[in-house]
């Protein structure tokens, strides 16, 4: 029997890499002699980097950026073999780099991520994935377009300061591209993306994902105004339409300066991610999936990585095993997407510290659970089609 394990990450305990560790050591208990392929993914946030990195082969990059709340962070990017380069916004403006009491996205900037592209661009970048999940700010890029050479102008055409917020963009009267980065328009950028949201309005990025990063009612009034106004600043300078564009919203808008600014083409992180490591080449042969997130739920099946998995797994005649770390009460959805059977690591009430504590160890105990549910249906199989002895 040939098993591919193919999880994402589970969010704040294991990596893909991980989780995926602790699956087969939980299979091997029961099939030792199994073979095991083991494909750890992302969708274009955390861990994503990595799973290109082990794939496709290449090496790590460090460099200190501006973090999003404008101190130095030591970021890290991938170069594959191939000189393609993979980022993650995350590694410069994500979410976990602001502490709880701190977050608030009128404060936090994008500028470390144009820091980071301009690094790869300046060591001859020409190919780049950039993933944009997990972000903690909410200026439509402005920042990041500032570090890569626009200058942002305030009503007296004097340039804005490095670093501008989500709570700068109403000072923004002009935006200068004359000066950015000539690079950028020699580089092909593909941005992993699974958020279809527009720049602005009830579905935007301050109205949907604000309160995410910690802005309350009235912060993200404000913030979608500023999304509003420089938004439409980015339509004028560069002729292209933003504001109600698929996917502008994206990681706090900053789809939006790289559709508009940087000539970016956006892709489904999960799909981006399966065909860059020819994932449905790796699965010829195969007899069960196992693939599995930190929670699956009525959402898995919009751009998730398991349920990418789970489609191609099934236009293959492959069946496939969702292994989670808890199931919602509407994971049941996911049947309908490719999903033969669902399974959680959690089997008691605990709190939610508890629950990422122990997650290697709940983990592999599922799957060899699921090792013995697979001993099982063999069994069953060969009797009820051995004819009964006369």
Same mark, same amino acid.
């Given at each position: 029997m040939k098993i591919v394990i193919a999880p994402d990450s589970f969010k704040e305990s294991l990596s893909a890499r991980a989780a995926a560790n602790a699956i087969e050591t939980g299979l091997r208990r029961v099939l030792p002699a199994v073979e095991v392929v083991k494909i750890p993914l992302a969708d274009g946030g955390e861990g994503t980097v990595d799973a290109l990195l082990g794939a496709l082969g290449g090496r790590r990059v460090? +460099?200190? +950026?501006t973090g999003p709340?404008?101190?130095? +962070?030591?970021?890290?990017?991938?170069r594959l073999k191939d000189a393609s380069v993979v980022l993650e916004m995350a590694q410069a403006a994500g979410l976990p780099l602001v502490p709880l009491a701190l977050r608030n996205p009128l404060k936090t900037t994008t500028y470390g991520v144009g820091e980071l592209l301009a690094h790869a661009l300046a060591r001859?970048?020409?190919r780049v994935l950039l993933g944009l999940g997990g972000s903690a700010t909410n200026d439509g890029g402005a920042g990041f377009i500032q570090a890569l050479g626009a200058r942002l102008l305030d009503a007296r055409g004097r340039p804005l300061a490095a670093g501008v917020t989500g709570g700068d963009l109403a000072r923004v009267k002009a935006i200068d591209l004359t000066t950015l980065d000539p690079r950028l328009s020699q580089c092909e950028i593909l941005v992993a993306c699974d958020v279809r949201n527009p720049l602005v309005g009830p579905r935007g990025a301050a109205a949907v994902y604000g309160p995410q990063k910690g802005a309350n009612p009235a912060q993200v009034q404000v913030l979608d105004a500023g999304l509003r106004h420089f938004g439409g600043l980015l339509e004028q300078v560069t002729g292209t339409r933003l504001l109600h564009r698929a996917g502008a919203g994206a990681a706090g808008g900053l789809g939006a300066a790289l559709l508009g600014v940087a000539g970016g083409q956006m892709h489904s992180g999960a799909d981006l991610v399966l065909r860059? +490591?020819?994932? %449905?080449n790796l699965l010829r042969g195969a007899d069960l999936v196992i693939t599995g997130e930190g929670c699956l739920d009525k959402q898995t099946r919009f751009g998730k990585t398991p349920a990418a998995v789970a489609a191609l797994a099934q236009r *293959?005649?492959?069946p496939v095993v969702g292994l989670a770390g808890s199931l919602s009460i509407d994971a049941n959805v996911n049947f309908n997407h490719g999903f033969d059977a669902l399974m959680a690591a959690v089997t008691h009430p605990m709190t939610t510290a508890a629950a990422l504590g122990n997650a290697r160890h709940a983990l592999?105990?599922?799957? %060899?659970?699921?090792?013995?549910? *697979?001993l099982f249906a063999q069994r069953y199989t060969l009797r009820s089609t051995v004819p009964p002895a006369r």
């Open positions: 460090r +460099v200190w +950026v709340l404008a101190k130095p +962070v030591n970021a890290m990017y991938g001859g970048a020409r860059l +490591v020819d994932f %449905e *293959l005649g492959i592999s105990a599922a799957a %060899e659970r699921l090792a013995h549910w *697979l």
